[in-house]
């Protein structure tokens, strides 16, 4: 799912020039890493 996401966010990038939705993108992405990072650390702490 989140290479998935990736995936979609880069040819969005490529196919617009990344000018009005690399902000946008950019924003979205970081969440996602910040959801996984915490994902990972409740997994440790197990």
């Given at each position: 799912?989140?290479?998935?996401?990736?995936?979609?966010?880069?040819?969005?990038?490529?196919?617009?020039?990344?000018?009005?939705?690399?902000?946008?993108?950019?924003?979205?992405?970081?969440?996602?890493?910040d959801g996984?990072r915490q994902?990972?650390?409740e997994q440790?702490?197990?």
């Amino acid at each position: 799912v989140l290479l998935a996401v990736g995936a979609v966010a880069l040819a969005l990038l490529a196919s617009d020039d990344g000018q009005t939705l690399r902000p946008v993108i950019e924003d979205q992405l970081e969440q996602q890493v910040d959801g996984i990072r915490q994902f990972l650390r409740e997994q440790e702490q197990r």
